[in-house]
């Protein structure tokens, strides 16, 4: 091929790929799931809310989140280098301004339509679940360089979906608050753990967070006592949710072996988050059994 031909080849492929990976394909599924499942065990069925708010959890609220974090986490990106591949890539300039727009334009039909299927209450929800999205990245605002702060937003980011699931299906099952009370703990301890890899990246660039305020061994601690707040108050929920406790487990023995890290070793966290990313489909498929039989009543 000549360079004449080189020169002219169409880029738009190169472009698509880079907004489909700025919304994180691998975890497409950890929002949409959340929204699914709560809907369904609030008394929803496979109605035009399920499907337009599963779709929209799915692709757009992910585009949104992590496009917009990663056009103004730029210069940190470039400086990480576990950045590039299924845990983000790095995303050139040009396509900052086309990730932003497409955010909005994919989002916002999405919003309108979930408003008016829902009611006051379903809709004040997704906008603060909204809300934390933006607020996590955007300029000014900036959530998560504010320590600690950051981590419950992030949170907020799982938890949010399924907290709308409840509230657009109706009256809420038995039990709701104590399993969404876990699950934000789960939240907060990965957002911890995953900060841990990121302490001298984010140093580097003059970005704060969790782990770079208290240091990779206490943010460490932090993970493993919300890991093990959010299987408490899963014991605590009864019925199946107990059950569930159980799968905590294996997220404590992930984040375990690093009990001791110091700062300048903080990349050596990144193999547990590697295996933290997979344990989210095996714990996925348990959560499905169990709502199977609870659904049956097994």
Same mark, same amino acid.
């Given at each position: ?111 309108? #339509? *979930? %408003?008016?299927?829902?009611?006051? &209450?379903?809709?004040?929800?997704? !906008? @603060?679940?909204?809300? +934390?999205?933006? /607020? ?86 932090? #993970? *493993? %006592?919300?890991?093990?707040?959010? &299987?408490?108050?899963?014991?605590? !929920? @009864?019925?199946?949710? +107990?059950?569930? /406790? ?53």
């Amino acid at each position: 091929m000549t360079s004449t031909a080189l020169h002219r080849r169409d880029p738009r492929p190169s472009v698509v790929r880079q907004v489909i990976g700025t919304s994180r394909p691998l975890s497409w599924v950890n929002t949409a799931y959340p929204f699914g499942a709560a809907y369904l065990l609030a008394g929803g069925g496979l109605d035009v809310v399920f499907w337009l708010g599963t779709l929209y959890f799915l692709v757009p609220y992910n585009l949104l989140m992590y496009g917009v974090n990663d056009v103004f986490d730029y210069e940190s990106d470039l400086r990480n280098p576990r950045k590039g591949g299924v845990e983000g890539v790095v995303l050139d300039r040009h396509v900052h301004r086309l990730t932003l727009i497409l955010s909005a334009v994919t989002n916002l039909p999405f919003l309108y #339509a *979930l %408003a008016v299927l829902g009611d006051a &209450a379903s809709t004040a929800v997704l !906008a @603060g679940v909204v809300f +934390a999205v933006v /607020a996590y990245s955007a300029p000014v605002l900036r959530f998560k360089e504010r320590p600690v702060l950051d981590s419950l937003t992030s949170s907020t980011h799982f938890v949010g979906p399924a907290t709308f699931g409840l509230a657009i299906a109706g009256p809420w099952p038995s039990g709701a608050w104590m399993i969404l009370a876990a699950f934000f703990a789960w939240g907060i301890a990965s957002h911890a753990f995953g900060a841990v890899q990121d302490i001298r990246a984010d140093r580097d660039a003059g970005i704060a967070s969790v782990a770079t305020a208290l240091g990779a061994r206490p943010t460490v601690w932090l #993970a *493993l %006592a919300a890991y093990l707040a959010c &299987a408490v108050l899963l014991l605590a !929920a @009864g019925s199946m949710a +107990a059950i569930a /406790a159980v799968l905590v487990v294996p997220y404590l023995l992930n984040v375990a072996p690093y009990a001791r890290i110091r700062d300048d070793e903080c990349e050596r966290a990144h193999h547990g988050w590697r295996r933290f990313l997979w344990l989210n489909y095996l714990t996925g498929f348990f959560v499905t059994q169990l709502l199977i039989w609870a659904t049956i009543g097994w």
